[in-house]
C-alpha cells in the first residue's frame, strides 16, 4: 500500500470518516453565512470539539486560520485545490489555484480538486486533475475529486447513469476519493459504489433536509454497500451553527450509525446562512 493510501485511512476511526467542508466562503460567498459561520475559528472549534476526521478549506483560510495554530496539530487539513465564484454564470470550470506542493508545504493530509464532467472546459479540468493525482502520488498525498456532472450537456446531473459514470472517472483517473451526487435511491447508488471499484465512496451534501430525513439517507447510502467508505449527504449550508444546532445534532447522529457499524463515514458540508 502506497503511503498516500495509509494517510487517507489514517484520517479515519476504525475505518469510518467524518470530515467537515469549509470550503464555500469562495464558492458562495458570505450571504452562506451568519455572524458565527462566518468565522473560520468558530467552524474550526466545531470541528476539534465534535472529533471531525478532517476539514476542508480553501488556501487562504488554511493558511491564515490552521496552519501554526492549535488546530494544525489537532484537525487534520484536506486542501481543496481549485474553485469559482458563482458570480460566473457560464459553462462550469473550477480552475486549479494552489498546487499539490504548496498543500504539502502547508501540511495538507489529502488534496481535493473538482471536475465538472459534461462542462465544455471539461478537458481543461480532467487534464488538470490528472496532473494532480500524479504529483500527489508522487508527494505521497492522497487524492479526492468532487466528480459533478454540469454544464449545458448535463440533462439531469443525479440521473443513475450519470452519477454512476462520474464514479468510474474518479477511478479512471486515479482518484483515492471520490464526492458524487445521490442518485435518487440506494440501489443506484449501489451501482455507483460498483463502478468507482476500489475507490472511496462520498456523498455530495445537498439542499437542506430534517435531520432525521438527513440520517435516514445517511443509513440507506452505508446499507447500499459503502460500508468503510467516507458517504456524505449532507449538508445543512443554511441552518445556523448554534451551540446546540442541527450541525451539531447531525454530527452526533452519524456517530451514532458509525459505532453501532451501520455507518462508515459522514461528510457534511457547512456553513450556515442566516
Given at each position: 500500500?502506497?503511503?498516500?493510501?495509509?494517510?487517507?485511512?489514517?484520517?479515519?476511526?476504525?475505518?469510518?470518516?467524518?470530515?467537515?467542508?469549509?470550503?464555500?466562503?469562495?464558492?458562495?460567498?458570505?450571504?452562506?453565512?451568519?455572524e458565527q459561520s462566518a468565522d473560520p475559528n468558530f467552524i474550526l472549534d466545531i470541528v476539534l470539539q465534535e472529533k471531525y476526521s478532517a476539514v476542508v478549506l480553501?488556501?487562504?483560510?488554511?493558511?491564515?486560520?490552521?496552519?501554526?495554530?492549535?488546530?494544525?496539530?489537532?484537525?487534520?487539513?484536506?486542501?481543496?485545490?481549485?474553485?469559482?465564484?458563482?458570480?460566473?454564470?457560464?459553462?462550469?470550470?473550477?480552475?486549479?489555484?494552489?498546487?499539490?506542493?504548496?498543500?504539502?508545504?502547508?501540511?495538507?493530509?489529502?488534496?481535493?480538486?473538482?471536475?465538472?464532467?459534461?462542462s465544455e472546459f471539461e478537458y481543461k479540468m480532467m487534464r488538470e486533475f490528472g496532473r494532480i493525482v500524479e504529483e500527489a502520488h508522487r508527494l505521497r498525498l492522497?487524492?479526492?475529486?468532487?466528480?459533478?456532472?454540469?454544464?449545458?450537456?448535463?440533462?439531469?446531473?443525479?440521473?443513475?447513469?450519470?452519477?454512476?459514470?462520474?464514479?468510474?472517472?474518479?477511478?479512471?483517473?486515479?482518484?483515492?476519493?471520490?464526492?458524487?451526487?445521490?442518485?435518487?435511491?440506494?440501489?443506484?447508488?449501489?451501482?455507483?459504489?460498483?463502478?468507482?471499484?476500489?475507490?472511496?465512496?462520498?456523498?455530495?451534501?445537498?439542499?437542506?433536509?430534517?435531520?432525521?430525513?438527513?440520517?435516514?439517507?445517511?443509513?440507506?447510502?452505508?446499507?447500499?454497500?459503502?460500508?468503510?467508505?467516507?458517504?456524505?449527504?449532507?449538508?445543512?449550508?443554511?441552518?445556523?451553527?448554534?451551540?446546540?444546532?442541527?450541525?451539531?445534532?447531525?454530527?452526533?447522529?452519524?456517530?451514532?450509525?458509525?459505532?453501532?457499524?451501520?455507518?462508515?463515514?459522514?461528510y457534511q458540508d457547512f456553513p450556515a446562512s442566516r
Amino acid at each position: 500500500m502506497g503511503n498516500y493510501k495509509r494517510k487517507l485511512e489514517q484520517l479515519s476511526t476504525k475505518g469510518k470518516y467524518l470530515f467537515l467542508a469549509y470550503d464555500h466562503g469562495l464558492e458562495h460567498g458570505p450571504a452562506d453565512f451568519n455572524e458565527q459561520s462566518a468565522d473560520p475559528n468558530f467552524i474550526l472549534d466545531i470541528v476539534l470539539q465534535e472529533k471531525y476526521s478532517a476539514v476542508v478549506l480553501q488556501g487562504g483560510i488554511a493558511e491564515k486560520y490552521w496552519k501554526d495554530s492549535p488546530y494544525e496539530s489537532k484537525v487534520p487539513l484536506i486542501l481543496k485545490l481549485n474553485g469559482r465564484t458563482n458570480l460566473w454564470k457560464g459553462e462550469p470550470f473550477s480552475p486549479q489555484l494552489y498546487s499539490v506542493e504548496s498543500a504539502k508545504n502547508l501540511g495538507a493530509q489529502a488534496v481535493g480538486y473538482t471536475v465538472h464532467l459534461g462542462s465544455e472546459f471539461e478537458y481543461k479540468m480532467m487534464r488538470e486533475f490528472g496532473r494532480i493525482v500524479e504529483e500527489a502520488h508522487r508527494l505521497r498525498l492522497p487524492v479526492i475529486g468532487w466528480m459533478y456532472p454540469r454544464g449545458k450537456s448535463v440533462e439531469n446531473d443525479t440521473a443513475p447513469d450519470v452519477v454512476a459514470y462520474a464514479a468510474r472517472v474518479g477511478l479512471e483517473m486515479g482518484a483515492d476519493m471520490v464526492k458524487i451526487k445521490y442518485p435518487g435511491s440506494a440501489g443506484d447508488f449501489a451501482a455507483a459504489v460498483r463502478a468507482a471499484g476500489k475507490v472511496k465512496v462520498v456523498l455530495s451534501g445537498g439542499s437542506k433536509l430534517p435531520t432525521q430525513d438527513f440520517l435516514r439517507i445517511t443509513e440507506n447510502v452505508m446499507r447500499a454497500g459503502a460500508a468503510g467508505r467516507p458517504l456524505w449527504p449532507a449538508a445543512s449550508r443554511r441552518r445556523s451553527l448554534r451551540s446546540d444546532g442541527p450541525g451539531r445534532a447531525r454530527a452526533r447522529g452519524a456517530k451514532a450509525y458509525a459505532s453501532s457499524g451501520v455507518c462508515a463515514g459522514f461528510y457534511q458540508d457547512f456553513p450556515a446562512s442566516r
